[in-house]
């Protein structure tokens, strides 16, 4: 039942999580654009106070990071989930070209990261920082008095990173807990975030790898550039003239699992790379990494899993979640007031 | 120095003249009505605030700009005549004629419009267009008292003017931005509702109304101008744009915000733009301010290029009274909205002796201005008057002679010296065309996607002054780097798109991504999004030397204000098809004019003077720049610019356009460029920069090396 | 495979082909059709649609497809407007595109 009441939090009200596994990076000084450039895997085009979402790969385009770049004034902040702080730090500094006059500050360090999802997340925290955050537009942040708040997430809910030096992050914490009460807050783990992320595809790094999977079949093309050098760049060229699978979302009302051999037929087409049971769905969902010939909504596959058990499973549209998110609006809204609002299912079923 | 409004006029939805408004407000109707003039099949908005005696399906047949033409002389009549002109022995050519006005999409340029308007009035000084849409004629009304302080006129009538379209209605339609309903700023539900009509002020001196015995119903006591540098039609969400522009006019009025006791809002009624401009209040007047604040739009309709003017108005007429304008239709407040929106039926008895109106409009140009009952002693006589020496720190340019600006002068080889007689022999460089260039090249980190050319031109001229001028380009947002731009058209290839669009699928389905793009101002705005600059933004047409025009606008408010340290200003065409003129040119130069010299080794050059007077009238344009440049007329040893007839005839004269392509609005500006190479290379120490016979305004600009007045 | 879902895969790819030109030609999108991949987000990230696109988009649906958004739940309308596949799944259920193949098959659990 915890894991249903964290989903139902970040799906409904809202949750706050803590940043196990992310860390934050500065690049600064006059070579700071060209490092960022450098690494940045897609033409790099942003104002001061954007971000931008991208990965970095492998020589083999696998990603290694998914890594949010952020214009901070000439700097760059760097919000990485993947690789430990000290990987990340020895990807960059073997990235940034020689000679770069750039200083790379492992920012994490002395300061913490806190997450808040949901569709009320822009309410509580304008009540507990300031109400600035209301007008932040999506991929953008601010620097407030003592913290610095990023709107980015992959909940498909409004979703805030707050970056706050450790010795102020317990009392904001507290704070949180305190004032979001109010809201229904209540805190989520990495389960109830994974499977938020996979019913929003969205790509999650801790689960979503296989030495097959480069962002050509992950559907992240739009994170990288066929016209620019980096790491993975060959690799990925080189992929992209004879690739054959896809990873898509599919649901089956029988349990699946992480590692199922997905069949159309008798034939194997395919491997599960994560699955849930998504409570909003009462179903599962399952990524399945899948033959591209198959890999349409709409088309019927089976999940065999090593003990014998099968499901029958069929490719959905993503996202698979009608998120309350997109129709909550900042000047109507308020979660006090949800009950006498009208917003579609969860589930959003097209007439036939 | 503060203006005198002594005369005002007014056309809209509530009817024709400033009494008509008054007693609609007073009474508590409104304007808005369904729409009769022209079809609204296929969009479900079908109301507006539309001109009473113009609202017949048989009306329908008329041109949009002369219904703007009429809509305008009339405002302008009833304000001269309110002023006790008549007779009053005023010279023609010291009157000055600017109009606001936002959709450029009318079968003649916007500049025409006004020369048309100046014509039929019979004024011959400068005749200006101001056209950063919703913007437009609060911008309008500043740029009349800088021209006071100028001394380019002794009146000013100064405004704005707009109509609705069929156009119009289909692209706010399309946009998401109209409201089924009456709109209802600050509450519920949201969105806009379009209106049309015209509002102009006679401006003066309060020296020239007193000597004239005339009465002022205001002052105009000070404005101000920013820009979102955010998004072709989504306001800045934290309003600091806004605010920017807020405290410009503040500062420009040497007053400070608890004087300020009514602000007319801009209140679109739009879920972006209402709480946008809500926190830009809050910001510059404290979160928990009261301050009584309304949107007459409730009341009129967004009468777009006109809504500030007649905003204006609006205010004037209830200050006179004490009262405040009331917001119609403000039934459930929305969340975090104002403290006190003035909801009700009847305006509210309020003692003010200050009041605020502010207008946001696409493309991201913010303007405000500052309005006082008269009496109120002006608190500082520096204010709108610090005379700073103003620099040339950089130039730039996109035109036939391709993004080396050094290669300017060999390009125009052919057209040095002295070579006169308008239209130049032979054909252009390049066929007058911009070679194909790569902004994301040039500008490194500069997003090139979606624009159309205007906008490439613009941003790849501008981005290369700065960086010449040192400034670079960056990515943070410059708040005290404004941008003017003289254009008198909008781009050629989105208004093709516009009607590719039109005719592929009908009206109500037309590219909303076009449609934004036909005002003026679209380039500029998306430019200053793309450069991250902050600071005044506008758009001014005069046709024939839009160009200078902008560089003396841009140089005026550098001299006299305190919120930029850098203007980029310069001129735009974009190739259209359909020319009259064979050796058509297109392009866009920029110089950046900073207020403290730039720290370079080369020489410096300084904008010395300058001056501004109506069409066909140089010598009182070169005359004033003379005055103010304080230099004998002997030492100007080069004319650039085309046409230039009536001044300096023996003196040599260069005309880039000669051998880049004629243009109305990048011309002037490539002179402007060629002139700062010259004097760069050493081959002379000052020369004059001057716009042709053609435009609705001449300017005159003296640059030179030398660092001191005299 | 059977022949149905054959139909039905054909019928998405149309409507997909026509989906990315309709970003590359009217909403400008930079980037190649085959980069453009079906379950990614229109809006925000991914694709990186904007408002004035939405309306652009909203257009080209009923130019297109003849789908008004009066006619459906401006609900269904919003909520349809996610992926590339979330929008054929619109226009195959709403749409005049002339296929003939069973509606609703993909949504038949």
Known sequence: MTLENEVRAIRQAVALSGAQGRSVFRLSGAGANAAADKLCPRELFLRDGQMLHTLLLNERANPLADVYLCADGEDYLLLSEGPTASELHGLIRDRVPAGAKTEITDVTADHDLLSLNGPYAWELLSEVISPEVIGLPYLGFYHGDGFTCFRAGKSGEFSFDLLLPKAKAAAMRGRIVEMGSAFGLIEAGDEALDLCALENFFFNIRHDTDPEATPLELQLQWRISYRKEYVGAEALRQRRKHWSKRAVLIASPDPMHKGDKVFGGNTGIGSLLYAARSPDRGEWLGLALMELDHAHPGVLVECASPGGASARARVLSAPAINNRSLYVDPQRHAYATRGEDKFPPLVMVLPK | MRAAMTGLGSVCSLGRGTQALWEGIGSGRDGIVPIRRFSTAGIKVKIAGVVPDRNEESQGGIPSWELAVEYAIDACREAWGMAGLDGAGIAPERIALIVGTSLGDHDIPLYQLTESIAARLGIRGPAITISTACSSSTNALGLGLDLLRMGAADVVLAGGTDVLTPIMLSGFNALGVLSAGKCAPFSQPSGTTLGEGAGFAVLETEAHALRRSARSYATLAGYGLSADAFHETSPEPTGSGVARAISGALADAGLSADRIGYINAHGTGTVANDPAEWRALQTVFGGDTSIPLSSTKSIIGHAQGAAGSLETIATVLGMGRQMVPQTLNFTAPRRNGPADPVAGSRPRPHAYRYALCTNSAFGGANAAVVLGTPGEADPGSHAGYRNKQVYLAGIGGAAAHGLDIDTLLDALENGVPGVTGGFGVGAPLNGGRVPGFSLAEILPGVDPRGQDPSARFLTAAAGLALIDAGLGVKRTRRDRIGLVMGVNRVSEESRNDLQASISANGLPLLSATAFSRMVLNAPVGNCSKLLALGGPLSTISIGEGSGLAALVYAADLLRNREDADAMVAGGLDEAYAGSEYPRLGEGAFCAVLTASPPQSETPGIRAAGWGMAGPGRLASAFSAALAMADIPETAIECVFGSRISGILEAVPRIEPEAALGYGEAYASAAAFAAATLWLRQGKAETVLVASGAGGSATCAMILTRRMENG | ?109
């Open chain 3, 1 to 109: 495979m059977d022949n149905a879902t054959r139909g039905l895969i054909a019928a998405r790819e149309e409507v997909l082909a026509k989906l990315r030109l309709a970003l590359i030609e009217k909403m400008h999108v930079r980037r190649a059709a085959d980069e453009l991949d079906p379950d990614v987000a229109l809006f925000g990230s991914g694709i990186g649609l904007d408002s004035l696109d939405a309306v652009e988009l909203v257009v080209f649906l009923e130019s297109e497809f003849g789908l008004k958004a009066t006619d459906n739940d401006p609900m269904i309308m919003r909520g349809s407007m996610r992926t590339l596949n979330t929008l054929i799944d619109l226009v195959l259920a709403f749409g005049k595109t002339g296929f003939t193949y069973a509606k609703g098959a993909a949504h038949d659990a």
